[in-house]
């Protein structure tokens, strides 16, 4: 069984542009999560869908990035425009159940010039 | 708020025992859990613990949790090489997402 995949593994874009970064869960499973981890630090929560609807987006930093599950099978993370601050690795997860093991992703690493 | 934090790097001979300490905030966490970052690679789930349990051993993982102090140390029994990662330690916050610390590279020298 596949596992999740993410879409590139690596993106460099200049500051102003646009990255929409792509996430496939493990099939089946119906909640999704977006992290990042930025310079380093610790890994960050951005939000959790449950089927194509958000359950919490608690952790969105700001109204640049954009997320969409539609049909609530793969989603998109959209950058846009995409600052010097956002780089870092984003990860996806997915989980069968709310509270189950969540199977990440590899990750994309995103640098922003 | 909810943090959690551990030691950032740690280096042991190869054959040695590793301990990865970590320490949380949210006292409501019914489970902690151990991942593992290899280079290039996802997370990796390698255990979890939980939170009315006070060790759990797998292999050559064993978890501790003393949940007064609000500690979890990972340990690693006969380390190899291959254990050469980050570990992350993270608890899961409402039982929906997780907190993680912000990771403990472990370098295993020969």
């Known amino acids: 069984e596949a596992g999740v995949t993410q879409f590139p593994s690596h993106s460099v874009i200049e500051k102003g542009q646009t990255v929409t970064l792509r996430c496939d869960p493990i099939?089946?499973?119906?909640?999704l999560y977006w992290y990042r981890r930025v310079m380093g630090k610790e890994i960050k929560f951005l939000l959790h869908?449950?089927?194509?609807?958000?359950?919490?987006e608690s952790g969105m930093p700001n109204n640049r990035f954009l997320a969409e599950r539609t049909g609530g099978t793969y989603s998109t993370l959209k950058v846009q425009p995409a600052e010097l601050e956002d780089s870092g690795v984003y990860f996806c997860?997915?989980?069968?159940?709310?509270?189950?093991?969540?199977?990440f992703g590899p990750g994309t690493r995103l640098t922003v010039l | 708020g909810e943090d959690v934090e551990q030691s950032l790097f740690l280096s042991v001979r190869e054959g040695d025992s590793s301990v990865i300490n970590c320490t949380y905030t949210?006292?409501?966490?019914?489970?902690l859990y151990w991942y593992k970052q290899e280079p290039g690679a996802g997370l990796q789930l390698l255990t979890y613990?939980?939170?009315?349990?006070d060790m759990k051993q797998d292999q050559r993982l064993t978890v501790l949790l003393n949940k007064k102090d609000k500690h979890l140390s990972l340990r690693i029994a006969d380390t190899q090489t291959g254990d050469s990662a980050i570990y992350f330690c993270?608890?899961?916050?409402?039982?929906?997402?997780?907190?993680f610390g912000p990771g403990t590279r472990l370098s295993v020298l020969p």
């Open positions: 997860a997915s989980s069968q159940e709310v509270g189950w093991e969540q199977f």
């Open positions: 099939s089946g499973h119906d909640n």
């Open positions: 869908f449950v089927k194509e609807s958000k359950q919490d």
């Open positions: 949210d006292s409501s966490s019914t489970y």
């Open positions: 613990i939980f939170s009315n349990m």
């Open positions: 993270a608890e899961l916050l409402y039982g929906q997402n997780f907190v």
